[in-house]
């Protein structure tokens, strides 16, 4: 469509109804703040996730992490795979005034007000998370699957179990550790994303065969559209 017009007020209403448009599409691209291990703050401007995180900073000899909790406010929810403590750190999270979802292993103790009860399908704000059951080590362990007002991302955790990634739908975001993708890969497991994030390397990690995946430095902002 052209618009053929030197009207001054015409011009300033396309103007006005295009950036109306043009905000509303981008106000719905999500933005993910790389922490440290497997932890993200993604958020959409109003509702934030938090995941695998608040963890302890450097346990097993990890990532160590600076993060500006006051900067966090509004509705936050921590979803965490497993009570390891590069995972979650019941401590720190008992100083916010976050809501949590997470195995009853993580859970137990806490405020029974900030739970979200764990089902098959579990919905918070504009988030419906499907927790699947995986394993690692001798924890109880969930990877999981969040639509986010249509955008998909998954969760990996720290599991190797190639059934979570099964049936998966096309996916915008794919979080995954570099061992659990090389897995994957070989056996050519991995599901559809628009984006591969790898998480829970160490600094300086090569991903070998990992073209186009994005391998956050701790800081980074990701965009998910
Ligand atoms: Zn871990």
Redesign the pocket.
């Known amino acids: 469509m052209m618009f053929k017009t030197n009207n001054p007020t015409k011009i300033f209403l396309i103007f006005l109804v295009m950036s109306f448009f043009g905000r509303d599409a981008y106000s719905q691209s999500l933005e993910a703040q790389f922490i440290g ?2 932890a993200f703050r993604i958020t959409d401007g109003k509702t934030f996730l938090m995941t695998d995180f608040p963890y302890k900073s450097g346990a ?1 000899n ?1 990532m160590k992490y600076e993060f500006d909790f006051s900067s966090t406010t509004g509705t936050v929810l921590s979803l965490i795979t497993h009570r ?1 403590d ?2 979650f750190a019941p401590v720190l999270f008992a100083n916010q005034a976050w809501y949590i979802l997470g195995p009853a292993e993580v859970t137990v103790g806490l405020p029974q007000s900030r739970l979200l009860p764990f089902s098959e399908k579990v919905t918070f704000e504009p988030l419906t998370i499907w927790p699947k059951k995986s394993t690692h080590g001798n924890t109880e362990h969930y990877s999981y699957l969040v639509d986010w007002s249509g955008r998909k991302l998954f969760f990996t955790g ?1 599991t190797e179990d190639l059934v979570v990634l099964k049936d998966l739908p096309e996916l915008d975001a794919l979080f995954i550790t570099p061992w659990f993708y090389r897995k994957a890969k070989l056996n050519d497991a991995l599901p559809e994303s628009k984006k591969v994030i790898i998480y ?1 390397h160490m600094e300086k990690d090569i991903v070998p065969e990992c073209p186009g995946c994005i391998i956050p430095v701790q800081n980074d902002y990701i965009e998910i559209d």
Do not use: L, Q, V
């Open positions: 291990n497997e097993y990890y390891h590069d995972h720290d829970h």
